[in-house]
């Protein structure tokens, strides 16, 4: 079946301005992870999504990240002006929900802020 | 807080040669422990996990054992392949009322040379 799909795959934008990135979970996952991955290091959370809401957002750097998932299944990670310390690729995960263990991974966003 | 450190690489081995990646967890709480890995050009994958003390994770020969005494979860292989090479994260979770968001450690790259 299909897994999770993240776009666009890559993300070339000037300082100052503000991107949009898409994560489709796999169908039926009630929860979903952001995390932010810089280059050489592993992965951090950034937010976690059960259903429609946020309930955990304290991996967000600072409120010029935000993110959405308005139907409890595909969710946007929004940047406003963005920042050059901002060029990471974002990972998006989704699993069944508490208690399932296992986080499935798209392929992530490379964003690369100019 | 909780964290995770593991072996620095690069690693770099021959093929069929024994393979040990160290990691050690400080965790605030009873954690879950994984260990991902990243193939060239493809995402983050499960490999195994172990959710208490002294289990065994296993998948395609590796092994990992959950070392409460040491906070250990150290990734071993017996016979290493080319096709192993690829980049491996140990993570740990702690689920908080549904919220199990991973926390990984900076990786280790290995390279199987023929």
């Known amino acids: 079946g299909a897994g999770v799909s993240q776009t666009p795959s890559n993300k070339v934008t000037e300082k100052g301005k503000y991107v949009e990135l898409r994560c489709d979970p796999i169908?039926?996952?009630?929860?979903l992870y952001w995390y932010r991955q810089s280059l050489g290091q592993g992965p951090e959370f950034l937010i976690y999504?059960?259903?429609?809401?946020?309930?955990?957002d304290s991996g967000l750097p600072n409120d010029r990240f935000f993110a959405v998932r308005p139907e409890g299944s595909v969710s946007t990670l929004k940047i406003q002006r963005t920042e050059r310390g901002d060029s990471a690729v974002y990972l998006c995960a989704s699993s069944l929900g508490p208690g399932s263990y296992e986080q499935y991974f798209g392929p992530g966003t490379r964003l690369t802020v100019t | 807080g909780n964290s995770v450190t593991q072996m620095e690489g690069p690693v770099t081995l021959s093929e069929e040669a024994f393979l040990t990646i160290n990691c050690t967890y400080t965790?605030?709480?009873?954690?879950?422990l994984f260990w991902y890995v990243q193939y060239p050009g493809e995402g983050l994958q499960l490999l195994l996990k172990?959710?208490?003390?002294?289990d065994k994770g296993s998948n395609k020969g590796f092994e990992a054992t959950y070392r409460k005494e040491t906070t250990s979860f150290h990734l071993e292989k017996g016979s290493v392949q080319v096709s192993d090479s690829a980049v491996y994260f140990c993570a740990l979770m702690i689920s908080n009322f549904g919220n199990e968001k991973l926390t990984f450690g900076t990786g280790t790259r290995l390279t199987i040379i023929p």
């Open positions: 169908s039926g996952h009630t929860a």
């Open positions: 172990a959710t208490k003390a002294d």
């Open positions: 999504f059960q259903g429609t809401g946020a309930a955990d």
């Open positions: 965790a605030t709480g009873y954690p879950s």
